[in-house]
């Protein structure tokens, strides 16, 4: 069976979806006579009608509604199909990228799976190693670093995403036998802490939470760990309020399992750098992880803020 023009198939199939020859010649770069003429000449190719037409109102068909979604999705095929020849015909790319485990754990890997679907031929190696890998040494190509600032010489480095500090809990805390309504009920909770504050910016530290609060005394001791996913997991867990990262805890605040329990926040000093050799940073695999971080830190609604970017 000979198929009709591809050309009017192309034309039909927008004007059906679109309900427009005039927005149908937009897409497809031609004129609305063009679009017109195509569709009248796959009309007598059929034999059959496809529009009503009545004046400028444009109707489909019985015969035009049931061919319509099989022409859509044939292009959504045909679209599909050249996406992945041509994904197949880039050569693989395997990025090498160190990172705290926190950071991995907490924003990046529920996020991966994006950058996957739509960079299929580029591998994303995760590197969680407690110890920094060397970038200069090759140890990694890139590194996603949380500090001031984090300038380096002979690196490329630049801030990609902010961090506000606040309060957060189990829900099961706020609505318990002992509700955490108010700011005076913080006392009848246990606080848990960061063994591992650092001196220019104790990030997890209820010093200063207590200070932009206004309550004049030292937090009190409570259950204290190493590591923030620790502390993310034992106020998940119910055992006290921990001061939460919000890079870090958006995802188990969208999920229920934390809860703000008080709207204080104090913006942190620190946020996380994208670093890398200047080498690295004009490989194509780089530049596109690179912007990615960027455009999800910029979609990251209340999950961190998009840090302002370096010129």
């Keep these: 069976m000979r198929l009709p023009s591809l050309t009017s198939l192309r034309a039909f199939e927008a004007a059906a979806r679109l309900g427009s020859f005039k927005r149908a010649a937009e897409e497809l770069s031609v004129t609305p006579s063009a679009v017109s003429q195509q569709i009248r000449a796959l009309e007598d190719d059929l034999g059959e009608e496809l529009f009503r037409r009545a004046g400028r109102n444009l109707a489909l068909t019985d015969i035009g509604s049931a061919y319509a979604p099989g022409l859509a999705d044939g292009f959504?095929?045909?679209?599909?199909?050249?996406?992945?020849?041509?994904?197949?015909?880039?050569?693989?790319?395997?990025?090498?990228?160190?990172?705290?485990?926190?950071?991995?754990?907490?924003?990046?890997?529920t996020r991966l799976p994006d950058f996957r679907r739509r960079y299929p031929d580029i591998d994303i190696l995760v590197d969680a190693n407690p110890r920094n890998a060397d970038i200069r040494r090759g140890e990694a190509d890139m590194a996603i670093r949380y500090g001031v600032g984090a300038v380096i010489d002979g690196l490329q480095s630049e801030p990609f995403l902010e961090e506000d500090l606040y309060p957060v809990c189990s829900p099961a805390l706020v609505n318990g036998p002992t509700p955490l309504r108010r700011l005076k009920d913080i006392?009848?909770?246990?606080?848990?802490?960061?063994?591992?504050?650092?001196?220019?910016?104790p990030w997890n530290a209820w010093a200063p939470w207590f200070a932009l609060a206004g309550i004049d005394r030292p937090p009190p001791p409570g259950p204290s760990y190493t590591e923030t996913i620790l502390i993310n997991q034992a106020a998940i867990q119910g055992q006290g309020i921990a001061i939460g990262r919000s890079a870090l805890v958006d995802d188990a605040l969208t999920q229920?399992?934390?809860?703000?329990?008080?709207?204080?926040?104090?913006?942190?000093?620190?946020?996380?750098?994208?670093?890398?050799?200047?080498?690295?940073?004009?490989?194509?695999?780089?530049?596109?992880?690179?912007?990615?971080?960027?455009?999800?830190?910029?979609?990251?609604?209340?999950?961190?803020?998009?840090?302002?970017r370096t010129k």
């Excluded at 959504?76 to 705290?100: F, Y």
């Excluded at 000093?269 to 992880?289: G, H, K, L, Q, V």
């Design 76 to 109: 959504a095929r045909i679209l599909e199909a050249t996406a992945n020849a041509r994904a197949g015909m880039q050569p693989r790319s395997r990025l090498r990228v160190s990172m705290l485990a926190s950071f991995a754990f907490g924003w990046l890997n």
């Design 187 to 201: 006392d009848d909770h246990p606080l848990i802490h960061d063994l591992l504050n650092h001196p220019g910016e």
């Design 256 to 308: 229920g399992l934390l809860v703000r329990p008080f709207e204080i926040v104090r913006p942190a000093d620190y946020a996380y750098w994208i670093i890398m050799t200047p080498s690295t940073a004009e490989t194509r695999a780089a530049t596109t992880f690179r912007d990615w971080l960027l455009e999800m830190a910029d979609e990251a609604a209340g999950g961190g803020r998009a840090a302002p």
